[in-house]
């Protein structure tokens, strides 16, 4: 059985940093890009960045890029998202996703999400 | 950035009867089109791939359909279970985008 668990969100001050990270396991972590998806309270779905199977190709929606950095350790089936100057409008959900490596593919397995708020 | 639409905002229908749910792509993107559901409180989850393949264990009433700009999510004989938010997203290229939702309630 696929699972995926997030951890690390937290209550942060605008301008501040944080680090989230998701446990993978039930599946061949290094066959997947995995994915963050962000989900503003009451509001829709934001793709925010994926990293390749083998981790050495990465894309980031406009709204993060230079701010935000995934990486993953597939020795320890660990995906990970450290966030920088962090803004009010980052306070959401934020789930893993897998996707089929090697292809343009949905997502097809989703971590229960961790929740970040972003406030004085 | 390819810009998904979902009409409507919000479908009130009665258990039982069938949903049609809409999404616009602004620019083709083939059959390179998901449909995700969630429920309050939970993570989304794949329904729909390559607009009209059934993910795995998703039931025989959820049927996709359409390619380039225009797609279609039906639900027949709508459960208990299926009021929720209904979510499609092109993958045909970097940035995937989600349309807006469409909320299905009773």
């Known amino acids: 059985e696929v699972q995926l668990l997030e951890s690390g969100g937290d209550l942060v001050q605008p301008g501040g940093s944080l680090r989230l990270c998701c446990a993978a396991?039930?599946?061949?972590?290094?066959?997947?890009?995995m994915n963050w998806v962000r989900q503003a309270p009451g509001k829709g779905l934001e793709w925010v960045s994926v990293?390749?199977?083998?981790?050495?190709?990465?894309f980031y929606a406009d709204s993060v890029r230079g701010r935000f950095t995934i990486s993953r350790d597939n020795s320890k089936n660990t995906l990970c998202l450290q966030m920088n100057t962090l803004s009010v409008e980052d306070t959401a959900f934020y789930y893993c996703?897998?996707?089929?490596?090697?292809?343009?593919?949905?997502?097809?397995?989703w971590g229960q999400g961790t929740l970040v708020t972003v406030s004085s | 950035e390819i810009v998904m639409t979902q009409s409507p905002a919000t479908l009130s229908v009665s258990p039982g009867e069938r949903a049609t749910l809409s999404c616009r792509a602004s620019?083709?993107?083939?059959?390179?089109l998901a449909w995700y559901q969630q429920r309050p409180g939970q993570a989304p989850r794949l329904l729909i791939f390559?607009?009209?393949t059934r993910a795995t264990d998703i039931a025989a009433r959820f049927s996709g359909s359409g390619s380039g700009t225009e797609f279609t999510l039906t639900i027949n004989s709508l459960q208990s279970e299926d009021f929720a938010v209904y979510y499609c997203?092109?993958?045909?290229?970097?940035?995937?985008?989600f349309g807006q939702g469409t909320k299905l309630e009773t």
């Open positions: 996703a897998t996707k089929p490596g090697g292809y343009h593919a949905a997502f097809d397995n």
């Open positions: 396991s039930g599946f061949a972590f290094s066959s997947y890009a």
């Open positions: 990293i390749s199977g083998n981790g050495g190709a990465t």
């Open positions: 620019q083709s993107v083939g059959t390179n």
């Open positions: 390559s607009a009209s």
């Open positions: 997203q092109h993958y045909n290229n970097w940035p995937y985008t």
